[in-house]
Nanobody
Framework: QVQLVESGGGLVQAGGSLRLSCAVS????????FGWYRQAPGKQRELVAA???????DYADSVKGRFTISRENAKNTGYLQMNSLKPEDTAVYYC??????????????????????WGQGTQVTVSL
C-alpha cells in the first residue's frame, strides 16, 4: 500500500515562504511522476506543479517564478518550495503520485486522473 504524507503547511504572511514535503512509503517514488495540487474553498482542485520521473517540471501560470517543485528519490520525498506567497495561494495542498510503464521519463502528467495515489492534504494560509 502506497501512502503519501504531506507536511510543512501553516500560516504565513504575504511575501513569506513555506516548504512543503511529501513523504512516500515503499519504493515506488522513483518510478512515478509526482505533483502538487491545491484546492481553495469553493473552487476545484487545480494542478500547481508536477515533475516527471526524469525531473522535467511544469507549473501553473499563477505560480511560475515563485514556486519550485523538486524530488529526492533517495529519500522517497518530494518538495514544493513556495516563495513570495500571496493570499490567493491559500488552499489545502495535496501531493500526488502516478505512473504508467509506457510514459517516457520526461512525461509530465497534468490531469487528476493520471495520478493513482494522493496525500491527505496540508493547509496553507497566507495572510495580508
Amino acid at each position: 500500500q502506497v501512502q503519501l504524507v504531506e507536511s510543512g503547511g501553516g500560516l504565513v504572511q504575504a511575501g513569506g515562504s513555506l516548504r512543503l514535503s511529501c513523504a512516500v512509503s515503499g519504493n515506488t517514488f522513483s518510478r512515478n511522476a509526482f505533483g502538487w495540487y491545491r484546492q481553495a474553498p469553493g473552487k476545484q482542485r487545480e494542478l500547481v506543479a508536477a515533475v516527471s520521473r526524469g525531473g522535467s517540471a511544469d507549473y501553473a501560470d499563477s505560480v511560475k517564478g515563485r514556486f519550485t517543485i523538486s524530488r529526492e528519490n533517495a529519500k522517497n520525498t518530494g518538495y514544493l518550495q513556495m516563495n513570495s506567497l500571496k493570499p490567493e495561494d491559500t488552499a489545502v495542498y495535496y501531493c500526488a503520485l502516478g505512473g504508467k510503464q509506457y510514459w517516457s521519463n520526461f512525461y509530465i502528467p497534468r490531469r487528476r486522473s493520471e495520478y493513482d495515489y494522493w496525500g491527505q492534504g496540508t493547509q496553507v494560509t497566507v495572510s495580508l
